[in-house]
């Protein structure tokens, strides 16, 4: 990339771009180094064990490049390696639920709080645990969206198909009165539109990219890590790199980020150490 280090975003598929686009609007002279696991998403149906091995696949590969941060955008895979990743590398490392819960319990009225994830992320209650660290007297309602991920990855965010799966999956959630839902997986903020359409208007949509990135800033310029401003400098370059097909990442990344992106193919397990 250059000898400018980069900010690592890792993830498993194609949901990070959503926090990568943050980065890029609030440090538009950082350079990005992106890893999408799209030939192993979605994780949130799969094991913690299979979860662990394939972030720190991810994680393994990204380390071979002089980093000054390392944003972990899966929300599963924050669940289920962030705090063993921040003991163990030798750079600030952040996850997607902590910043997400602050803005959910910033944003909300009435403290009743939904979260929509994928399976592990449900099923771990990480974002309960962090929303009642933020605040108190709150009722959380979480609910797994397994069908989500996949339309997302097969570039259907805006079918009918997608349309239909989500009406249905948030039919429960309709009526229960919550005002706030977290978008608790790096790929719902690509169905948003849909979602928000689905629960009304008085429901506020959280997407953690805004803290996340927020959270990134404070914590390089902590360490005295910042670029120079994107005046003073040429724009970064920036990699992306996806262990499934390029072509279909590719669509997806200059479609959400509106522009043109360098896009390389790496088998992720062959790089993992144990």
Known sequence: MSRERAIAVIDSGVGGLTVAKEVMRQLPGERILYVGDNARCPYGS???EDIRAYSFQMIDFVMNTPLKALVIACNTATAVVLEEAKANLPLPVIGVIDPGARAAVQATKSGHIGVIGTETTIRTKAYERALLRVGQDLTVTGMACPAFVPLVENHMADSD???RAVRETLAPLVGQELDTLILGCTHYPLLAPIIQEVMGDQVTLINSAEETARELSQQIAAIGE???TASSI??????FV???ETDR???IAEEWLGCHVHVMHHTLEKSFQS
Request: zero cysteines; proline letters at 10%.
């Open 242 to 244: 996806t262990s499934g």
């Open 161 to 163: 198909e997608a349309r």
């Open 249 to 251: 990442f590719r669509s």
């Open 46 to 48: 799969k094991s913690p």
């Open 226 to 228: 910042n670029a120079q």
């Open 234 to 239: 040429s724009a970064p370059s920036h990699l």
